[in-house]
């Protein structure tokens, strides 16, 4: 079963998901693809996600998140297909305002809770523009950032494909292949497993359902002129969850971590202690490979074999692009 996501997580996870999109997302949309409610399918009510909905919209807007509420133009009172989201405009800071050298600090930690490559370009012109205060901060001001992934260059033109029922095409380059292969999908829903955005979809080169991670998809999205039936849609977040944690129920990694580290807070919490160390349920070995290699000395795979090779493998390849790149300079 998956670990229980705290509220204040859930809360994060439903301003990225409001802030990824300009049409805005329907409370079953939410309900079915933000994580901290997709888990909670099954175990709770309908009706006792919907109330969970409405206190995170409205613990959110009581500290000045703008989530703004787009209900049928004919009938401003009727909810029922409301769509919400958070406009990005809401956001734009006055030309006149200053920062302290503290504050800045404070922003800078904020900037770097995200992963820049998964940015939208609205997002890394805003942290250009904290940069560009030319005000360096040089002390820490926590032992570690945290990292998330909001947003992929695919994720825009697939929400819209999900919410239109079109057919799209797209490149997908998997681990170990030379070559991206051309996929043609019906996209069902997007989800967000361990920080990574993944795309639910039929296959219609294979006939099967299918789970694409975003961060593969090489070039665009290509939209297509043929549409599908959007009761295909239905239940499919719930479907690409079951899926997901089907597939880490049968591979899990055992791994010795250093306490008090950045690696101990989060692996911890996606795994269960055992004599030897954590033992962490994964979906993809390439990712939590990624993942590890990124805690560099506070972590030490103790099994399966192919999961610590390719940590090893990782961890040589960036010792070699720092060893090649002192070479020869002063």
């Known amino acids: 079963m998956a670990a229980a996501i705290p509220p204040e997580e859930r809360q994060l996870n439903l301003v990225v998901a409001l802030m990824a999109t300009e049409v805005g997302l ?19 009510s309908v009706e006792a996600l919907e109330k969970m909905f409405e206190r995170d919209k409205e613990e959110l807007r009581r500290v000045g998140v703008p989530v703004e509420t787009i209900g ?18 809401e956001y734009d800071l006055p030309e006149d305002l200053e920062f302290t050298p503290a504050e800045v600090a404070v922003l800078s930690l904020a900037g770097s809770v995200w992963s820049e490559g998964s940015l939208s370009q609205d997002a890394q012109r805003g942290l250009r523009k904290i940069r560009a205060l030319g005000i360096d901060v040089d002390e820490p001001i926590l032992g570690f950032a945290p990292r998330m992934s909001a947003r992929e260059a695919a994720f825009g033109p697939l929400q819209e494909a999900v919410d239109e029922c079109v057919v799209v095409e797209f490149d997908y380059l998997k681990p170990g292949e030379e070559h991206p292969r051309r996929r043609r999908v019906r996209p069902l829903a997007l989800v967000d497993w361990e920080a990574r955005w993944h795309v639910y979809c039929q296959d219609l080169g294979v006939g099967e359902d299918r789970t694409f991670l975003l961060s593969r998809i090489v070039g665009d999205v290509l939209r297509t002129r043929e549409r599908f039936d959007p009761s295909l849609r239905e239940g499919a977040g719930e479907r690409a969850q079951r899926g997901l944690e089907e597939v880490a129920a049968r591979q899990s990694a055992l791994l010795e971590v250093t306490p008090g580290t950045e690696a101990a807070l989060r692996l ?19 990712i939590l490979a990624d993942e590890l290699a990124s805690y560099g000395p506070e972590v030490r795979v103790v099994e399966p074999d192919d999961l610590r090779e390719a940590v090893i493998a990782r961890l040589r390849a960036v010792r070699d692009v720092h060893t090649s790149g002192g070479e020869g300079t002063a």
């Open 268 to 286: 911890g919490r996606r795994g269960e202690q055992q004599t030897q160390g954590i033992r962490v349920p994964y979906v993809d070995r390439h």
């Open 26 to 44: 329907t409370k079953q949309q939410i309900l079915d693809n933000v994580s901290g409610y997709r888990q909670r399918q099954g175990a709770a």
């Open 72 to 89: 049928d133009a004919s009938d401003p009172n009727d909810l029922r297909e409301a769509r919400y989201r958070i406009p990005k405009s």
